[in-house]
C-alpha cells in the first residue's frame, strides 16, 4: 500500500475482508485469495473502524473517514460516515 495501514481490517462471514487506507481508499477483498474486489475513494483518510452488520436481512458495511486532528499522516477533513449495502 502507498501509506501506513491504520484501519480496522474488518472479515464477513461471507469471506470478505474490508480495509482502507490514509488515502480514503475502502477496500473490499476476497478473504481466501487476497484478491482485490472493490475500491471507493472516501476522499478522505480512513483510520479508524470499519464494521459490518445485518439489518432487515441484508448486510452492510460502514466505515468513517477523515481525521480532525493533524497529527495522523497530516490528513484533516470533515468526519463522513460511508455505509455500503452488500
Known amino acids: ?3 501506513p495501514m491504520i ?3 474488518t472479515p464477513t462471514g461471507s469471506d470478505l475482508l474490508f480495509t482502507g487506507d490514509l ?3 475502502l477496500l473490499a477483498l476476497d478473504a481466501r485469495s487476497g484478491r482485490p474486489l472493490y475500491h471507493y475513494d ?18 452492510y ?14 490528513v484533516t ?8 449495502g452488500l
Do not use: D
Not at 472516501?42 to 448486510?59: C, E, H, L, P, V
Not at 458495511?61 to 497530516?74: D, E, L, Q, R
Open 23 to 25: 488515502n480514503g481508499i
Open 61 to 74: 458495511v460502514a466505515v468513517a473517514a477523515a481525521n480532525t486532528s493533524f497529527v495522523a499522516w497530516k
Open 7 to 9: 484501519a480496522a481490517v
Open 1 to 3: 500500500m502507498p501509506t
Open 42 to 59: 472516501t476522499k478522505n483518510a480512513i483510520a479508524g473502524g470499519i464494521i459490518s452488520y445485518r439489518a432487515g436481512g441484508r448486510q
Open 77 to 84: 477533513g470533515k468526519p463522513t460516515l460511508f455505509v455500503f
